[in-house]
Structure formats: structure tokens, C-alpha cells
């Protein structure tokens, strides 16, 4: 294509400019100059050389009863069906079985479709927002465009007219159709609401909403933005059809949406920009992702004022090389008047009538647009998917970041515990103070240490000749214990807390509540150590049986022991007072060990004490479990999956595996 100086002008509009501009006419001949126009349709040229030239050969002559047959479609490709002339409704909305390759490709495109629908990035992370944003895109043109086009090859080709607000897109398509079915209009943006311009033979089609199933049909003009106005054009060459779309970069951004929808529907993109916009940054967004994706791109530079078309043909042509776009067909309108219907004249629009009634009269033509696009769009499916099974691993690694910040912090806990346990700091104040009390005088250690034979029995009678003071000393320890476990609830809420404040994800599930332990964790504490003394009761009274001290002493001799239990428990796993300095709790500590040992043996009370020791580890254990709760159920609930980063690939490799097969373009890309 030239794109320079006058010759860009009148290139794009004589008739013969606008010949060799052809899109994705037929030719079995195929020139070196002719592929180098056809991969203006392409833009993919440098990635896929095979796929501009053997699936989108052009046909160098004007006249569609001249041109040369298709080449005969490979034996793995899908057959085109020949679109008949005189398509009746009946006939248009009748789908024949599809060929193994595309019933193929389509099951992949489902099972993606429902990969991409069913993943969920709940967990506020940069990439999040994007996976959300790009995975409705995705599903949105699948369902708009990809599934219906690739179930209907055959259904007209639908031209999506696009570009800046005022660019003039609504007077284009008025144009080409000569009559004024879209308002075009001073203020902007005019276009809320697309319109589309059929043949009355397309309409069925259009009609049934197979295509952008999420507007709704109307035949009157509107403004709605979720609606789509049909409008029927004898005039317009069946099989070809004119989408005129809402602004790409107005201010309102339904509009911007809207455009994007729309234009990921398109077979064609035709963008039209002015002398005055062409070097806006929205548009040339959109253009480099339509030839990323592979689309077939034409484009209009309109109301070119006559003295500046060769400066500013030039410029934009260079701005398209720079690109990668310099292929894509250029038509440059000249500034004119309008006519009294508010159309651009017949003369200054033909190149680009003409252009496309020969790809309307061209049905191997169509064929070969549509299926570059679609293949194109399909091929541009596994990076984008790519993209987000990145993001929703991302959100699995966070997820499982999440829980670990919590784990560590109840963990911590847990070791606090088993600490506090050992070290004997539970061992001292009111504890010591009931336990001095409980285990008796300085005559009774004397006892202890010089007749420990006679042990037992002094130690039964102690306890059932005078009231039993346990209780305070079973008071003090599940005190000293549950404000423990309170101590380190808190720890460990206020530490997990701050680690999920610190990750953007986390943050977003915090609220205050979860910067304390559960309201209801003294009672639950108390209630905690309370069971855990009970049973330690139980355990002594079980371990104690038959044997003639504790028949003897029955309660007395019971709760004896197994407070006694208790206390070694919380002094070290060898019973010795190792964290007590104090030498009246050294004693009383050995006391309780030989007690114990008397009555027991000296190995059952290792046993006992190593039991209790890990039923209380094992209780508190639960309790923090029940705290920990508290922030990984919030985790839970954002239900992500286990491996959902793997599911989305799969999904896109199975969509590439049968779109490679299919060679919609006639060669395996
Ligand atoms: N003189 C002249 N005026 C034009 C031409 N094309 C469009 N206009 C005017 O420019 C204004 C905008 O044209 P529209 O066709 O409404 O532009 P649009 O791109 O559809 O704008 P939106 O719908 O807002 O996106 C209207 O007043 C048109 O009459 C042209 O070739 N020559
Ligand atoms: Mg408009």
C-alpha cells in the first residue's frame, strides 16, 4: 500500500488503490506483491508467516464472478459451507452438525470458558483486580462472539465500526449504506447505543442473539446502552454487516466498555479516526491489542483537509509501521460537506464502498476474514489465560501465606504453653502459696525425708483428719493456668493480626475483633481447665485403684494426688524444680514427687504426670485451634481453589491443541 503523499489520498480512493487494498479475496496465483497485501489483513505476519499466506491469499481482480475457486480446504481443516445467495431465515438459523474439529475446538472453548467463570481472585492483591477485569473480558467474548462464530462459520460478517467520539464512524456507516440509520451528531458523545446495519437476508442472524447475546434487540433508536438496534438495509450486500459503536475514549465510560465489547466481537475492526485525533493514545491502545490478537484491521482517516493529506497520510502511515500496523489497509477521506441527509457524497466514500461490497460479494473472502480473526482471537486466548492462572495461583500462594502467618502465630502460643509448663513460672505466688499449704508443715517434709516408709499413711491421714484445703489450691492453679492461656490468646491474636495487617490480602479480612482473643475465651479457659483437672482426677482415681492408700483415702487420698500430679506437672518433666529457686518450693516440689512416688511407684508417676502434662498441652492445643479458627474460616470463606492456576492452563492448552488441529486458516499455527 502507498501511504505517502498525494498518492495515499488517491491511492486509497481509485478504484484500483482500493482493489489491491482487498482484504481476503481467493488466489491461486498469489504474488509476491499481492502477499505482502494480503498480510496487511494479518498483522501477524512476523509470528505466523504461514498463516497470511496460505489462508488469506487475496484475488486480484475486482469482479467476484472472475475470481479464482478457493483453494480445496485441507483434509483436518473445517470445510467452509458455501453461503447461498437467497438465505431465508429458516436456512440461516439452521446449524448443520459441525465437523469433529470444530465440535472439538468448541468443547474446549466450553470447558475454558467454565475454567475461566468458575475462578474467583477473592483475595485483594495487585494482580487481582487485573485477573477479574481480563477473566469477564474473556468470558464476555466468548460468549459474544467466539462460541456463536465458531458454531456459525458461515453467519455474515459483521464489520464493528470504531473509534474517538466525533471521529465521524455514525456518518461512515450512514455513508456506505446511503441512508442515515445512525444519528450522527455535534454533541459528544452522539452514539450510546450500537447499531447494526444488516440485509434483510442477515437479519435472523443478527436477530437471534447467538452474537452479543447480552444486548438486547431493538429495531427504534436508543440510547440504552445494553441494547442493540437492528436496522435492515436492502441496499447493503447481503452477508457482510456494519456495527456502528459507542466511542472508544468519550468520558463516559460505559461507552469505553461498551466499545471494547463490541469490538472483541468484531470480524473486522474498522477503525476511523480523524486528521485531527489520529495521533491519540486510546485509539493506538486498541489497535495494538487488535493486532495482538490477530484481527483483521482496516482503517479511515477522515476529514483530511486536501492541502495536509500527504503530511499527515505519511505521518499516520509511519505511526502504523512503527507499530507493526503498516499493512493494514488505509483509506483517506478528504474534508467535505455533508449532504442534505448528512452524508458524506458517493464519490468520496466509493473506494471504501466499493471495498467492501467486493468482500460482501465474496463469500471465500468473508471466509477467510472471519476465520483469521477468529483464529487469531483463539490463538490470543493461552497468554491471556496464562495471565491468569498466574493470578490465581497468586492467590493460592497468598491464601496459603495467610494461613501459615497464622499457624506461626498459635504456634508460637503453643511452645509459650509448653514453656510455661517447664519452666515453673505457674509455680509460684498463689499456687506455691496453697500448695505449701496443702502439702502440710515443715515437720511434715521432716517426715517426708526421714520416715518415707511410713509415708502413705501420714500423708492419708493428713488429708482425712482435717478439711481438705485442694480446692483453694485447685482455685489457684486453674487461675494461674487460664490466665495463661488468656495471655498467650492474646499474644497470638494481636501477632497474627498484625501479619495479616501487613499483606494487602490479609488487611482486607481483618476487622477489629480479630485484634483480640474471642469474647467468650475466659469462659471457654475456665471451663478448659476445669475438664483438664477433672480428668487428671479421674486418671489418679483409675491408676489408684485397688491399691490400699487410695481405697483407704478414697477423695481425700484422690484429690491429693491428683493435685499433687498437677503441681509436677508444672515444674519440669523430671519432677525436679529446675525454674524454682525458691527453697521452700524446691522442697515442696520434691515433696510432692515422693508423695506421689510412695503412693504410686515411682514409675507410674513419671506416667501420670507426663499424661497430664500432654492432656493439657493437647487441650490448650485445642483452644488455640478454636482461636486460630477465627482468621483461617475468614480464609476459607473466600472458597479458592486448590490448584486453580493448573485448571486454566489445562483448559487454554486443550483450546490450543484443537485450534492447532482445526488450521482454521489452513495451516497449523
Ligand atoms: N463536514 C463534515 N462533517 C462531518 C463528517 N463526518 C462527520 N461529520 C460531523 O461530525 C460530527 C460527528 O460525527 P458523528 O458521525 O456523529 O461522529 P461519531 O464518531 O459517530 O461520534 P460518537 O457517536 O460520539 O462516537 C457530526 O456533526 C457530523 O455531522 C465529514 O466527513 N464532513
Ligand atoms: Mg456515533
Redesign the pocket.
Known sequence: MTTHGDAVGQAALSAEAAATRQPATVSKTGSADEKAQVSTMTDQDADHPDRTESAVSRQPHEDPGTAAPPPAPKPDSAPVPARPADLGEADALAAAEPPPGIKKLAEALGNLRSAIGGTAYPLVMPSAEEAQRVGAALVTQLDDYLLPRLARLDAPLLVVVG??????????V?SLVRAPV???????????SPVLVSNPADLPWFQQGELLPGLVRTREPSNDAAALQIVSIPALGAGLAFL????ID?VVDR?RKLAAQLLAAADLWLF?TTAARYADAVPWELLTTARLRGTVIALVL??VPVEATAEIATHLQDMLNVRDLGTAPLFV?P????DAQ?L?GED?IRPLHDWFGRLAADADARAAVVRQTLDGALMSLNPAVAGLGDAADEQARAAKALGDRVTAAYRAGRQTMADGLRDGRLLRGEVLARWQEFVGTGEFLKTLESKVGQLRDRFVSALTGRPLPGRYLQAALESQLVTLLRAISADAAEQAYASWQAHPAGAALLDLDLQRPSADLPERADRMVRDWQQWVLGLVRAEGAGKRVVARGAAYAVNGAGLAVMIAVFTSTAFLPTGLEVAAGAGSAIAAQKVLEAIFGDQAIRTLATQAREDLLLRAGKLFDEEAARFTDRLAAVGLDQEPGARLRQAAADVETARTELALTGSAT
Do not use: Y
Open positions: 473509534g474517538s467520539t466525533g471521529a465521524g464512524k455514525s456518518t461512515l450512514n445512525s444519528t450522527a451528531g455535534v454533541l459528544r458523545p452522539t452514539t450510546r456502528d459503536a459507542p466511542d468519550s461507552n476511523v477522515d476529514r477521506l474534508e467535505t460537506q455533508l448528512g458524506i468520496v
